[in-house]
């Protein structure tokens, strides 16, 4: 069987945050946008971190809501990440996904190029199972 690539199901428009961002501002562009959380890029184009909305969420709770808070996402983030490279085969998000994982930042030599998340996982298996061989249309 043919692998099926991440590079085919990952969304190359992500939604990302500077380290020097204000966090409640982080906060307000999630719900806009309605998604729960997103990569964290320095100014290189490197993936440096991944901010929640839980992340953010605890800082409007306990400092925003009283003052104006001036957290920088930096602050906040979760830098210990778990990243799959644009050319994995998508079964490496398996685990990850199955134990709750909503989304994996896609890299390419360290530099953020896509997201992949639970639902694009989801739709890859769905067309594997549709479509089992993979051959030329």
Known sequence: MKAILVRDYMSPNVM???????????????????????PVVDNQGSLVGMLSELDCLKEALMGGYFQE??????????????TVRIDDDILVCSEWFLNGR????????????????????GRALIRNIDHPHHGSN
């Open 102 to 121: 909503r989304r994996l930042p896609v890299t390419d030599a360290g530099n953020l190029v896509g997201i992949i998340t639970r639902q694009d996982f």
């Open 16 to 38: 990302t945050f500077k380290p020097e961002d204000n966090v409640i501002d982080a906060l307000r562009q999630l719900i806009k946008q309605g998604r729960s959380g997103a």
């Open 69 to 82: 808070a001036g957290d920088r996402v930096a602050d906040h983030m979760t830098e210990a990440l778990d």
